[in-house]
């Protein structure tokens, strides 16, 4: 993604270097720059914005999974509900688990085969939680 990004910049600057090139002979003037500057506002701020939001996703995701690899303790929690979800094309599976009293967890089942789907309500699987965030979990293939 951020190598599709990174062209997308290199193409548009290619673009102003010979707009403004091609127009060096005939003079620049003041509305044009204004509209050279409009359109770099228009392209580059809401590219530089996704940038960061997917940069930010994706170092909090990283650091959640660091979090369950170093401090992530196996529990077992019992299956109390399905849902499906029809997503354009495709339909997403989900499985309502609970592993303490006071509350369920929905995740989304993106196992292989869809192991957690299938299993029954009132089974037993395994999550994994964070100790200093209980509330926090995933998911668990044995």
């Not at 500057?37 to 228009?42: A, H, K, Q, S, Y």
């Not at 650091?63 to 339909?91: I, P, Y």
């Not at 299938?118 to 209980?134: A, F, M």
């Amino acid at each position: 993604m951020y190598a599709i990004i990174a062209l997308m910049l290199v193409m548009i600057a290619i673009g102003l270097i010979a707009a403004f090139a091609t127009q060096a002979d005939k003079g620049i003037d003041g509305g044009m720059l204004i509209g050279y500057g409009i359109v770099l506002l228009i392209v580059i701020a809401p590219t530089i914005w996704l940038c960061r939001v997917a940069f930010r996703t994706w170092k909090s995701n990283r650091e959640m999974e660091q979090a369950f690899r170093e401090r992530g303790k196996l529990v077992e929690a019992t299956v109390v509900g399905k849902d499906e979800r029809e997503v354009g094309e495709s339909t997403d599976h989900f499985v309502i688990y609970q592993y303490a009293p006071d509350f369920t967890v929905i995740a989304q089942d993106d196992s292989r085969g869809l192991q957690f789907w299938k299993k029954d309500i009132g089974e037993k699987i395994t999550v994994k939680i964070l100790p200093d965030k209980p509330t926090v979990s995933m998911l668990h293939l044995k």
